[in-house]
T-cell receptor, first 112, second 114 residues
Framework: QKEVEQDPGPLSVPEGAIVSLNCTYS??????FMWYRQYSRKGPELLMY????GNKEDGRFTAQVDKSSKYISLFIRDSQPSDSATYLC????????????FGKGTKLSVKP | DSGVTQTPKHLITATGQRVTLRCSPR?????VYWYQQSLDQGLQFLIH???????AKGNILERFSAQQFPDLHSELNLSSLELGDSALYFC?????????????FGQGTRLTVV
C-alpha cells in the first residue's frame, strides 16, 4: 500500500461546479498536509498547507483534514477553466524528516 | 515564480552518458529536496540536503548522486544513463529541514535519454 493514495481521475466538470479532490494516507506519523497544483510540464505550485484536523480556506479553495480517518480533501468552489491542472496531495511527518510523500495526482478539466 | 531556479530546462543525452542538474533554492532556504516525476510513478522523493549535509535518501539509484554546496545551491548527478531515466527532475526548497515548513518547487529539468 502506498503511503498516500489519490484517485488519478481524470475528472471533468463544467465551469462553476464545486470540485472535490480526495486523498487517503496510511502513515499515522504524518502531521503536515499540502495541496499542489501542477500545470502541464510545469513545476508543482503550493496551493494549501495545513497542520491540524479541520478546514482551512483560501479564496475559492478549502482544504480539509480528518486525521481520525486519515483523509485529506481539497474543495474548489466556482471552478474555472484556468483551474484545469493536475492536483497533488502531499504529506510529511514531523521532526527533521522533511521530505514530502506525494499522491499520484488527479487530473482535473473544467469545461467552459 | 517560486524563487527556486533549475537549469537546464531541457536536456537530451544518449544512454551511458552523465549529466548534472542544478538547483538554486529560494533566498534564505537551507533545505533542498530532489524529486523525479515520471508518468507512471508520480513524484518520487530522491534525496534531501540541509545546509550542506545529506538528511534523507529516498528511491535514489546508486548511479545518481547529489551534493549541496556552501552557497546552498545543489547539483544532482546522473550517470550511466538509461532510457528509463527519462523523466522530469524537480528540486524544492524550504527554510528548515522538516516539520512545519512549506516546500516550493522549481520548474524542473526535463531529461530525455535516447
Amino acid at each position: 500500500q502506498k503511503e498516500v493514495e489519490q484517485d488519478p481521475g481524470p475528472l471533468s466538470v463544467p465551469e462553476g461546479a464545486i470540485v472535490s479532490l480526495n486523498c487517503t494516507y496510511s502513515n499515522s506519523a504524518f502531521q503536515y498536509f499540502m495541496w499542489y497544483r501542477q500545470y502541464s510540464r510545469k513545476g508543482p505550485e503550493l496551493l494549501m498547507y495545513t497542520y491540524s484536523s479541520g478546514n482551512k480556506e483560501d479564496g475559492r479553495f478549502t482544504a480539509q483534514v480528518d486525521k481520525s480517518s486519515k483523509y485529506i480533501s481539497l474543495f474548489i468552489r466556482d471552478s474555472q477553466p484556468s483551474d484545469s491542472a493536475t492536483y497533488l496531495c502531499a504529506s510529511r511527518s514531523g521532526g527533521s524528516q522533511g521530505n514530502l510523500i506525494f499522491g499520484k495526482g488527479t487530473k482535473l478539466s473544467v469545461k467552459p | 515564480d517560486s524563487g527556486v531556479t533549475q537549469t537546464p530546462k531541457h536536456l537530451i543525452t544518449a544512454t551511458g552518458q552523465r549529466v548534472t542538474l542544478r538547483c538554486s533554492p529560494r533566498s534564505g532556504d537551507l533545505s533542498v529536496y530532489w524529486y523525479q516525476q515520471s508518468l507512471d510513478q508520480g513524484l518520487q522523493f530522491l534525496i534531501h540536503y540541509y545546509n550542506g549535509e545529506e538528511r534523507a535518501k529516498g528511491n535514489i539509484l546508486e548511479r545518481f548522486s547529489a551534493q549541496q554546496f556552501p552557497d546552498l545551491h545543489s547539483e544532482l548527478n546522473l550517470s550511466s544513463l538509461e532510457l528509463g531515466d527519462s523523466a522530469l527532475y524537480f528540486c524544492a526548497s524550504s527554510v528548515a529541514q522538516g516539520g512545519d515548513t512549506e516546500a516550493f518547487f522549481g520548474q524542473g529539468t526535463r531529461l530525455t535519454v535516447v
